[in-house]
């Protein structure tokens, strides 16, 4: 009766178009209403409590980041150094999209920023080169996803606040696979880049152009180890780096390149104050409907239902993973977090996986549902940004997907590569 009350009536107003953030309120409210006893004060105070948390600051200041590094010049010099030491290469220019969309992640962690950030200049560049123009979109928009694992991470903050983990923790966990989803995406370009002929430039890169563009990116280059730096040594905490990542934004973008004005950082605050205010909205209801899911007991009998299926580890994570994945092309990585995280983890602590390792895989899933329809957000953004319809994307990105789901099954079953770095 409860799950049918509660995830009914949430699919349902998804249907009717109604917004994520609404129907998570609507649904949770309705659900305390019908299935319990309890006054719908309960449910305004637990919607409150969910966004009175330090480390969920974090997330617009590391929005805001990569919005201001996107238009302040310091994307651009990221992508001009790795040009300088890969552009010569057979498939150079791809592995230059997917190196920089790396590391713009690794400062933003934002999936949509990095594709578009990044898309916006290196898809011209790559047509210009001769490669095909659905294949370069479609890299910009899987390179993108590789935002959301590379620390620091939104969704990792989001899912560590959720169930309560280690930020810390969450972002050790996510370098490595990060790391390996790069890689697999890059022998995907180079293999590509073979079979149709894509070469970069005859000459090897030459120390002179490297050192230009190392000292014309230096700066830029410096932020993730200042950030990333700053929070391993332990001397701020993901929250405060959030705010230096800003600060070190302006400074660098104003006063250094000169290429932000205080009408372009007047820009930079605006553009992402709507999708730090939805992104606070969902997460103030989603603590009530999580709230409401933990008094019904609603985690420990889908736990029992699984369980009840197989006992065998592999088929719970694989089952897991198919449920995530279909979640994933319908519904946003943030709402899907939100209502997921709490639901799932019991069920995998349960057979013995670490919410650690289970925060890097929930994320990963849905990563890949940026870049699968019919919602694939970076999908729209690289349409957006390039021209490219999303139907000749689809063509294209099919062996970036199969990469990406390689990778994954790595992450969800060789529980070292998460975990390896905390030991």
């Given at each position: 009766m409860e799950i049918a009350v509660l995830f009914g009536s949430f699919f349902i107003l998804l249907l009717l178009s109604v917004p994520v953030g609404h129907a998570i309120g609507i649904s949770g409210l309705l659900s305390f209403l019908i299935c319990t006893d309890y006054s719908p004060m309960v449910f305004i105070k637990s919607s409150l409590s969910g966004t009175d948390s330090f480390t969920l600051l974090a997330v617009p200041f590391f929005m805001l980041a990569g919005n201001l590094m996107a238009t302040g010049g310091i994307a651009k010099r990221i992508v001009n150094f790795a040009d300088s030491l890969l552009g010569w290469l057979t498939g150079g220019l791809s592995i230059v999209t997917t190196i920089a969309c790396m590391f713009f992640g690794a400062v933003s962690g934002s999936a949509v920023a990095t594709t578009s950030a990044i898309g916006s200049f290196m898809i011209p560049e790559m047509e210009k080169k001769g490669y095909d123009k659905d294949f370069s979109a479609a890299l910009a928009a899987a390179a993108g996803s590789v935002g959301v694992i590379i620390p620091p991470s939104v969704p990792l903050v989001i899912y560590g606040v959720a169930v309560n983990a280690s930020v810390k923790d969450l972002f050790t966990a996510g370098i490595l696979?990060?790391?390996?989803?790069?890689?697999?995406?890059?022998?995907?370009?180079?293999?590509?880049?073979?079979?149709?002929?894509?070469?970069?430039?005859?000459?090897?890169?030459?120390?002179?152009?490297?050192?230009?563009?190392?000292?014309?990116?230096?700066?830029?280059?410096?932020?993730?180890?200042?950030?990333?730096?700053?929070?391993?040594?332990?001397?701020?905490?993901?929250?405060?780096?959030?705010?230096?990542?800003?600060?070190?934004?302006?400074?660098?973008?104003?006063?250094?390149?000169?290429?932000?004005?205080?009408?372009?950082?007047?820009?930079?605050?605006?553009?992402?104050?709507?999708?730090?205010?939805?992104?606070?909205?969902?997460?103030?209801?989603?603590?009530?409907?999580?709230?409401?899911?933990?008094?019904?007991?609603?985690?420990?009998?889908?736990?029992?239902?699984?369980?009840?299926?197989?006992?065998?580890?592999?088929?719970?994570?694989?089952?897991?993973?198919?449920?995530?994945?279909?979640?994933?092309?319908?519904?946003?990585?943030i709402p899907a977090t939100i209502i997921l995280a709490p639901i799932l983890l019991p069920v995998v602590k349960a057979i013995g996986m670490s919410p650690i390792t289970f925060g890097v895989m929930?994320?990963?899933?849905?990563?890949?549902?940026?870049i699968t329809p019919p919602y694939g957000i970076n999908l729209f953004m690289a349409t957006a940004v390039s021209g490219v319809p999303m139907d000749a994307m689809m063509k294209r990105i099919g062996g970036l997907l199969v990469s990406l789901l390689v990778v994954l099954m790595l992450i969800t079953y060789v529980p070292w590569f998460t975990l390896g770095f905390l030991s």
């Open positions: 696979p990060g790391i390996m989803m790069g890689i697999a995406m890059i022998i995907v370009c180079v293999i590509t880049s073979r079979k149709h002929g894509w070469k970069g430039d005859a000459k090897r890169p030459e120390l002179k152009k490297v050192w230009k563009a190392f000292k014309e990116g230096f700066w830029a280059l410096l932020m993730p180890v200042i950030i990333l730096g700053g929070i391993y040594k332990g001397i701020f905490t993901p929250t405060e780096a959030s705010v230096v990542s800003v600060v070190y934004c302006i400074v660098v973008s104003m006063f250094v390149y000169k290429e932000m004005d205080l009408k372009g950082l007047y820009k930079g605050f605006l553009g992402i104050v709507n999708l730090c205010g939805i992104t606070l909205f969902m997460m103030g209801f989603a603590n009530a409907f999580s709230y409401f899911l933990t008094i019904e007991q609603i985690p420990n009998r889908l736990t029992e239902l699984f369980l009840g299926i197989s006992h065998n580890k592999f088929v719970i994570l694989l089952m897991i993973n198919i449920l995530l994945l279909i979640v994933g092309c319908v519904i946003d990585n929930l994320t990963m899933n849905l990563a890949i549902g940026f």
